[in-house]
């Protein structure tokens, strides 16, 4: 291999009157960095939005939820959470009474608009979800300051103190200390026959800030014996929130919680729903995704290599004397076929590597930085990505008036996607992720496999694109080769 | 000079027809010819007549259509393509009309290439190749590229780099066709010096009558048959 390397390394490096050749190299190694690049950093985005959004859902949410298929209320929850404590991986368990309700502005009676009221025990709770970190405010549904304030100057009962998600608050007009009126249930009034409804008036004590949106912009939370109380369900509780050592250990330990809870047939049949499956839509979209970028960019990478291989068919033939001299000091076609599978190798790596680094800086950059990488990005990408498709076409495709129309086509076709993505960039609102993760910053993870599963599935690809090449330069008959011209 | 009478190649009833489509150019029309050990040989012949092609067959860059080449009583061309590749680096050196040296090395690495293709000892392979490139008379050239040197020390480059790994046999086409006087002559007496210091055998094809004139033997290529 030792001489290979000599003889392709000094091809590389030699710059007599091939500046042609020299350019075509230049775009051959710019197209792989290229792709490269860009697979790096779209998957580093990806990754970051999803490893992000876990995060995110996690510390809000329980990693399994323990419930009757119907919803049904069911007794003895402190005794099935002592059970469900008990098994291995879990760490906690808390009891809760999701339900969903109208709510009432003060001296309204018109619906204003429907939440999802989470009664909990606050101290259970904290240990399953950590809700008491997202809340601005108080987390003392029953003795707050500002229920006994509100109980000093109003005339009304007041039931407890109920924390609103910020958005939900703001949207509503609702400051802390407020009075926000829940719809218990629809009874019969006075006057026989009006309907007329029953309603619970809460003190706001505090908001809750998660920057998740269905969270923020949706949930109110109150004690779980309010909760009881309104839903006249004493001693009853419809959900089970389990946190586990790992969350990755849902799936597995879900089954055992069904059946460590202890419900009989007349109860019900019990379901415990992972993390996983609440978010399956949400994760298979990011993972159709980093899919779909993976198989483009191992595109734009093929078609940089068809550059290689033109780079490597044209050094051929501009060396066609040297290999039939190399083959009369007796080098073997394996000799020669080497040389010329290691000269396209080496500009394979040296756009690898470049692609790499450029693919980490950007990642770089743009974690350091609050930008949008929008506009610029879609153009930075999209204009030397159709140069390269169009020169790869060119030089590959057979020299007829059929074939260069369809690179001019492609080209055409090409400048109207580029200018499409400078009008409305491929972003994170279009994926529908900019309304559940409320983004001030790009997220970026590199997962290092990955990066070194790319560069190889680079490398292999340069690596093919180089055989037919040298396998013709290795075919050429020594003689033939001695006297070409 | 002992062993002169023994045949070092034998060639027998050699055939070599070149085809274009159906057409059939018939060129070596049973060629038989001894080449003993130690032996300066001169190939003379017209024009055409397949002399160059009868060298490419012995130095195994082509194969006969029919006929065969034995060295040392072994058929060469029963062996594989990448045996024939490592016999040539290892027996055959060559020389040609036109020097054919890599544009991209210098004269030594040039020099040196024939030897690079098998040893993983670069040290002592740029040695052997810069006494060889001093014994041509070049030693002040080691690191000119072929561009930087005159067409008479081109020639001298290519005989040195055919010597890299001490061949049996040399195997010259015309070495001085493109020379002038002065060069001419003294490529040829490196040969004669060659030949008469080493015991290598030369075959060499050629035009030149003082050459033809002071080789141990002469045969003439007529009609695709030695006369
Ligand atoms: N690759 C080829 N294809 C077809 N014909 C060829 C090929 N190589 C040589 N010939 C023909 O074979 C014949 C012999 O060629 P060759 O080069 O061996 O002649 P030569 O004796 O060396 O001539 P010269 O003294 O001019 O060098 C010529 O007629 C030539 O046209
Ligand atoms: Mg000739």
């Known amino acids: 291999m030792k001489f290979e390397w000599f003889v392709a390394s000094r091809y590389l490096r030699s710059r007599r009157k091939q ?277 483009i960019e191992a595109l734009i990478i093929i078609v940089a290599s068809f550059n290689i291989a033109s780079t490597l068919i044209m050094t051929v033939m501009e060396k066609t004397k040297d290999v039939g001299t190399l083959r009369t000091l007796g080098s073997s076609r394996g000799n020669i076929m080497r040389i010329f599978m290691i000269q396209g190798s080496i500009i394979g790596m040296i756009g690898t590597i470049l692609g790499t680094a450029l693919g980490l800086s950007f990642c770089w950059l743009l974690s350091s930085n609050t930008a949008r990488p929008a506009y610029w990005y879609a153009f930075v990408l999209a204009v030397p990505i159709l140069l390269q498709i169009f020169i790869a076409t060119q030089r590959v495709l057979p020299n007829k008036g059929g074939w260069k129309l369809a690179a001019w086509i492609l080209l055409l076709v090409g400048v109207g996607f580029a200018l499409y993505c400078l009008v409305r960039p491929i972003s994170f609102v279009d994926l529908g992720l900019s309304q559940i993760y409320q983004m001030h910053q790009m997220p970026i993870k590199v997962n290092w496999l990955f990066v070194i599963f790319i560069n190889a599935l680079s490398l292999v690809i340069c690596w093919f694109a180089t055989l037919y090449p040298a396998w013709q330069a290795a075919n050429l008959k020594p003689v033939e080769a001695l006297q070409h011209e | 000079m002992l062993n002169t009478t023994e045949a070092l190649i034998r060639i027998v009833d050699l055939h070599k027809s070149y085809y274009d489509g159906e057409a059939e150019l018939p060129v070596l029309q049973g060629v038989d010819l001894e080449v003993n050990m130690s032996e300066l040989l001169a190939v003379i012949g017209a024009s055409g007549v397949g002399k160059s092609t009868l060298l490419h067959i012995i130095g195994t860059l082509d194969r006969p259509t029919a006929g065969r080449v034995l060295y040392d009583e072994q058929d060469i061309f029963t062996w594989h393509d990448t045996e024939l590749a490592r016999f040539r680096n290892k027996e055959i050196g060559f020389v040609f009309q036109f020097h054919h040296l890599l544009p991209e090395f210098t004269a030594l690495e040039n020099v040196a290439m024939g030897a690079l293709i098998t040893t993983p000892n670069d040290k002592a392979v740029y040695e052997e190749a810069a006494s060889l490139l001093e014994y041509v008379g070049l030693s002040e050239r080691f690191s000119h590229y072929p561009s930087q040197l005159s067409g008479g020390e081109r020639q001298r480059v290519a005989i040195a780099r055919a010597l890299i790994n001490k061949p049996k046999v040399v195997l010259a086409d015309e070495p001085t066709g493109n020379l002038d006087r002065r060069s001419s002559e003294a490529v040829l007496e490196l040969l004669w010096d060659l030949n008469s210091k080493s015991g290598q055998t030369f075959v060499i094809v050629t035009h030149n009558q003082e050459l033809a004139q002071k080789v141990d033997r002469v045969v003439q290529l007529v009609d695709g048959k030695i006369s």
């Open chain 1, 19 to 295: 500046s042609f050749i020299s350019i075509i190299s230049i775009i051959s190694i710019g197209g792989v960095a290229l792709g490269v690049a860009t697979v790096i950093l779209v998957i580093a985005v990806l990754d970051g939005v999803e490893h992000g959004l876990k995060d995110r859902f996690l510390s809000n949410e329980a990693h399994v939820v323990l419930s009757l298929i119907d919803y049904g209320f069911f007794r003895d929850y402190q005794k099935r959470i002592k059970r469900i404590e008990a098994l291995d991986d879990v760490v906690a368990a808390s009891p809760a009474i999701l339900t969903q309700t109208g709510v009432f502005r003060e001296r309204t009676d018109a619906i204003q608009d429907v939440i999802v009221i989470k009664g909990i025990d606050p101290a259970q709770e904290d240990k399953v979800t950590g809700f008491s970190t997202y809340v601005d405010g108080s987390t003392d549904f029953l003795n707050s300051e500002l229920i006994e304030k509100a109980r000093l100057i109003r005339d009304e009962t007041i039931t407890g103190g109920i924390i609103l998600g910020g958005r939900l608050a703001a949207r509503l007009g609702i400051i802390k200390g407020d009075v926000l009126r829940l719809l218990i249930k629809i009874a019969e009034g006075p006057v026989h026959g009006a309907l007329l409804p029953d309603l619970a008036n809460f003190v706001v004590i505090g908001f809750y800030e998660s920057e998740m949106e269905y969270y923020d912009n949706k949930l109110g939370l109150i004690h779980i014996d309010s909760a009881q109380k309104l839903y006249g369900v004493k001693e009853r509780a419809n959900s089970i929130f389990v946190r586990l050592t790992d969350a990755e250990l849902a799936p597995r330990i879900a089954t055992r919680i069904e059946d460590v809870a202890g419900f009989t047939v007349l109860e019900g049949m019990p379901h415990a729903r992972t993390w996983m499956e609440a978010q399956a839509q949400l994760f298979w979209a990011l993972r159709l995704e980093k899919i779909a970028t993976i198989v």
